[in-house]
């Protein structure tokens, strides 16, 4: 085969295209002899040999290609027919998941369906039952908003009762705040008045005590004098004395 692939032609046609080997090949024959009944010469000889051996190398190249071909015939038939045998278990596989996918999906529709049901029916009972403690809530919440409003009214009047107790305490307050303002006021009115009586009998009594204090100072000035006069005197006295004698 890779004879044949390689050269474009049989090996048996390839071993003897040369001219000259089929010339020399085709006059040589089995059994042939010389002119005049003399023995073959050794070229001849030679020559027989040659073809015999190419004749026995022609006949195995030509048993090889022949059962390289009928091998790869086989192998092709054997691949020809494990191509039919997969395309035929390739088509039975497709119908076969085809079925089982149309049951899957038969199987996934009715647990489809049955899941559907249960949920609706599910969804219905936990409506029914909303709707009714929805109903509950609703009278309850009308009862809470009847009992806020007559909290509110009744709040409202306590507030506005609790008002008016207030502001009548806050005018007895603000009246009995504004007597003791008043009296406050005159207290300190009148403490004011004392403070300033006190106040100008103690500045009176200051300033005299002040003058009391100059006269005396000037008393006490006059008296030191006196004394500084009477010593300075003494003391040229002495002076004099003391000069007298140590003279």
């Known amino acids: 085969l890779q004879i044949e692939n390689m050269s474009g032609q049989r090996p048996e046609s390839a071993a003897f295209s040369s001219p000259t080997t089929m010339s020399i090949l085709s ?33 195995e190249l030509h048993s ?32 076969r998941r085809s079925e089982a996918d149309k049951v899957l999906q038969a199987f996934f529709e009715n647990s489809l369906n049955d899941t559907r049901e249960a949920m609706e029916k599910k969804m219905n009972d936990r409506f029914s039952h909303m709707q009714l403690t929805i109903e509950v809530l609703a009278k309850r919440t009308a009862q809470l908003e009847q009992d806020l409003k007559e909290e509110r009214e009744s709040r409202a009047r306590a507030v506005e009762d609790t008002g008016n107790v207030l502001l009548g305490e ?7 705040h504004e007597q003791e303002k008043q009296n406050r006021m005159d207290k300190e009115a009148a403490i004011t008045r004392k403070l300033t009586e006190d106040a100008n009998r103690l500045a009176e009594r200051i ?20 004394n500084q006069r009477v010593r300075d005197k003494t003391d040229e006295k002495f002076k004099s004395i003391c000069v007298e004698e140590i003279e």
């Open 207 to 226: 300033e005299s005590e002040h003058l009391q204090r100059e006269a005396a100072l000037a008393q006490l000035r006059d008296d030191l004098d006196k």
């Open 170 to 176: 806050i005018r007895m307050l603000q009246t009995s």
């Open 27 to 59: 006059r040589v024959s089995p059994g042939a002899a010389s002119p005049g009944g003399s023995p073959r010469s050794p070229a001849v000889e030679k020559l027989m040999k040659i073809k015999e051996t190419v004749s026995t190398l022609h006949s």
């Open 64 to 95: 090889e290609v022949e059962y390289k071909r009928e091998a790869e015939n086989s192998r092709v038939g054997k691949l020809l027919e494990m191509c039919v045998k997969n395309d035929k278990n390739l088509a039975l596989e497709i119908k």
